[in-house]
């Protein structure tokens, strides 16, 4: 029997036992780096989901039951998904992307808003991008139009988080996340630009904004 602080203990012990760092577990279920300090430490999120939870057993070598606590045992729905093991054989087919709300306050994790599923052996061929580092951000905004129209999805490379060259970046600016075009500027500074030319650039140091991930590209969204 194991409530969640007893599944955050056993799997800080694990990781200790195993020779990994809170840090190298994150990064490599495709998560920031203080992600698995964040949930052992202060138990946020709750409990880690289910695809994050299968990929950090296959890291650890461990089977699944040991990090699934007694309250999403009695969970019918969960119980189903876990223990079918033709469903579970076939999300090991899939790569699945979270996708997060903009424009919302910065919160130690942006809210997810939903998930998209894609085959693996066909995502492969559409990115050069590790696909356990893509996310995805819905835009709420027609700042970025005609470009991006409000309401669309960009999913963006998480494994990106320093400026590289002039693009479309997803950023923490003015303690809002957003997605908006960087350019280098003298003086360790950034010109701030949107797409529509109804915003003014705005001029930023390099320390005032935080970078979250590189655009790789966009789904439209359109009334038909």
């Not at 969960?78 to 079918?84: A, C, I, S, W, Y």
């Amino acid at each position: 029997m194991a409530n969640l602080e007893t599944i955050r203990k056993r799997l800080a012990k694990l990781i200790t036992e195993k020779g990994h760092t809170y840090r190298e577990i994150s990064l490599k279920i495709g998560r920031k780096d203080s992600y698995i300090q964040q949930y052992i430490k202060y138990g946020f999120p709750k409990r880690l989901n289910e695809l994050d939870r299968k990929k950090i057993c296959q890291l650890l070598a461990i089977n699944e039951q040991e990090l699934i606590d007694d309250e999403l045992v009695k969970n019918d729905a969960n119980q189903n998904l876990m223990f079918n093991t033709n469903q579970i054989e076939d999300l090991n087919d899939y790569i699945c992307i979270n996708i997060y709300a903009g424009g919302l306050q910065k919160t130690l994790e942006p809210p997810i808003i939903g998930r998209m599923a894609f085959k693996q052996k066909d995502f492969y061929g559409w990115f050069t991008s590790n696909p356990e580092h893509l996310k995805m951000l819905k835009i709420s905004t027609d700042s970025m139009e005609p470009l991006i129209p409000n309401g669309s999805i960009v999913m963006y490379d998480a494994s990106i988080q320093e400026y590289i060259c002039d693009g479309l970046y997803v950023i923490i600016y003015d303690n809002q996340l957003m997605l908006r075009r960087l350019q280098s500027a003298p003086n360790s500074c950034y010109l701030v630009k949107s797409e529509n030319p109804r915003y003014q650039d705005t001029r930023a140091e390099e320390n005032e904004i935080e970078i979250l991930g590189r655009a790789v590209t966009c789904l439209n969204t359109r009334t038909l």
